[in-house]
């Protein structure tokens, strides 16, 4: 059963109990991420994340791993543009210390300078790594192909002259206007009790900054092009189109249409590029969306050789699918998707995972037959009208160690 309490700062609080489990997912969801930046700081939210380890709450980095991994747990974070999250895995007994130690990790950082210098050194190699992995790094250009110098087409790492510029007071100023209790949500899901976490997350989240965040600046999709050098054999492909935001009416449409394309061993992409033809060794599509705005795109990684032959059959492949998508691929991908659903939440993880979500998206628990419901009712027609509106829009494309061609 899923349950959610609001507390009078406006944090929610929810759980899901799962009979005949002994350990518990517990995760701090915050609605703010890179897009929320200012450019000259691009960065900040990730380097927050980083730094909040370095010791909070009377603790030590040292002591702060130390206390989860002698209960068993796992204690870890991660940053992307529209959100961050502070989760831990423990066995039941320890949900008092994973709260605990979440609500010190985003409230009481130390903040050392010397831990500032030494954590921007480590997100520069991180960058740096980054850089040094195509299939990796084409993603940031391919963001910024589509939505140019817009917050949203900024990449979560920054770069080295913003990363350099922020300082201790950005991170205490991060920290105070970004952790507000009306934009964080605090999940639990396993063996554990509703009222039990409620109290938990009234005793440490009580100073939490009241009300929510202004929403942030809204995404328009620019479409260009990004080309990048490579003297590897492979050449990388990625091309976006703009997409329906997260709530838009034909949102699983699209994705059911993106399913077609290249949305598993079965789809047109992988059937028809790297079985039939062998021309790439990865090809698929996705639809990433936001609250405001979506990126349909397809990633294709081969060889130099024939990255010429590869592009041109993705472009066959997509000039067909919404004219020729059948009722036979949308029962397929319609019966991805529910498994795909089905079996993420049947884990402690998933579940927290979903109710963060649900509560980001609606504002409320939304059971998850309620989501099949809405699978079940989209159509072939609907499908193929969303594919068509995709394509017909705008395109970004982002290469590396690919040939110039001029784009569609």
Do not use: C
């Given at each position: 059963m899923m349950q959610l309490t609001t507390l009078p700062s406006g944090l929610r609080v929810a759980t899901r109990f799962m009979p005949g489990l002994e350990t518990a997912a517990v995760g701090l969801y915050a609605d703010t991420g890179s897009r929320h930046e200012p450019a000259r700081l691009n960065g900040l939210a990730h380097l927050f994340e980083h730094m909040v380890f370095k010791g909070a709450g009377g603790r030590s980095a040292r002591e702060i791993?130390?206390?989860?991994?002698?209960?068993?747990?796992?204690?870890?974070?991660s940053t992307d543009r529209d959100g961050t999250n502070f989760t831990a895995s423990v066995l039941a007994e320890h949900v008092p210390l994973a709260v605990e130690l979440i609500a010190d990790l985003i409230q009481r950082p130390h903040f050392v300078p010397a831990d500032l210098e030494r954590e921007k050194d480590v997100v520069l190699q991180e960058l740096g790594e980054a850089r040094d992995t195509p299939n990796d790094i084409i993603f940031d250009d391919l963001w910024s192909a589509a939505f140019g110098d817009q917050p949203l087409g900024r990449p979560v790492l920054g770069d080295e002259t913003s990363i350099e510029a922020i300082?201790?007071?950005?991170?205490?100023?991060?920290?105070r206007c970004q952790?507000?209790?009306?934009?964080?949500?605090?999940?639990?899901?396993?063996?554990?009790?509703?009222?039990?976490?409620?109290?938990?997350?009234?005793?440490h989240f009580g100073d939490l900054p009241v009300g929510a965040l202004a929403d942030p600046e809204p995404a328009r999709f620019t479409g260009g092009a990004r080309v990048g050098r490579s003297?590897?054999?492979?050449?990388?492909?990625?091309?976006?189109?703009?997409?329906?935001?997260?709530?838009?009416?034909?949102?699983?449409?699209?994705r059911f249409f993106s399913d077609i394309v290249g949305g598993g061993m079965s789809s047109r992409l992988f059937q028809q590029v790297r079985e039939e033809r062998g021309l790439a060794?990865?090809?698929?599509?996705?639809?990433?969306?936001?609250?405001?705005?979506?990126?349909?795109?397809?990633y294709a990684a081969t060889a130099r050789r024939e990255s010429a032959s590869a592009a041109q059959l993705i472009e066959d492949v997509l000039a067909a699918a919404?004219?020729?998508?059948?009722?036979?691929?949308?029962?397929?991908?319609?019966?991805?998707?529910?498994?795909?659903?089905?079996m993420s939440v049947e884990s402690p993880w998933g579940q927290a995972h979903y109710l963060a979500r649900q509560l980001s998206l609606f504002g409320r628990l939304v059971e998850p037959a309620e989501v099949?419901?809405?699978?079940?009712?989209?159509?072939?027609d609907?499908?193929?009208?969303?594919?068509?509106?995709?394509?017909?829009?705008?395109?970004?494309?982002a290469t590396i160690g690919f040939p110039a061609v001029r784009a569609a």
């Open positions: 791993s130390e206390a989860i991994e002698d209960v068993g747990g796992d204690l870890n974070a300082t201790l007071e950005d991170l205490h100023a991060w920290r952790y507000r209790a009306g934009s964080l949500y605090l999940v639990a899901a396993g063996k554990v009790a509703h009222d039990d976490f409620v109290a938990l997350a009234a005793q003297k590897a054999e492979q050449a990388h492909l990625a091309l976006a189109w703009p997409a329906p935001a997260q709530l838009a009416p034909d949102y699983f449409a699209a060794y990865s090809v698929y599509s996705q639809v990433h969306p936001y609250s405001d705005a979506g990126l349909f795109y397809i919404a004219d020729t998508a059948t009722p036979r691929e949308l029962e397929r991908v319609r019966t991805q998707a529910r498994a795909g659903l089905l099949i419901a809405e699978l079940n009712a989209v159509t072939l609907e499908v193929r009208a969303a594919g068509a509106a995709m394509l017909a829009g705008l395109r970004a494309r």
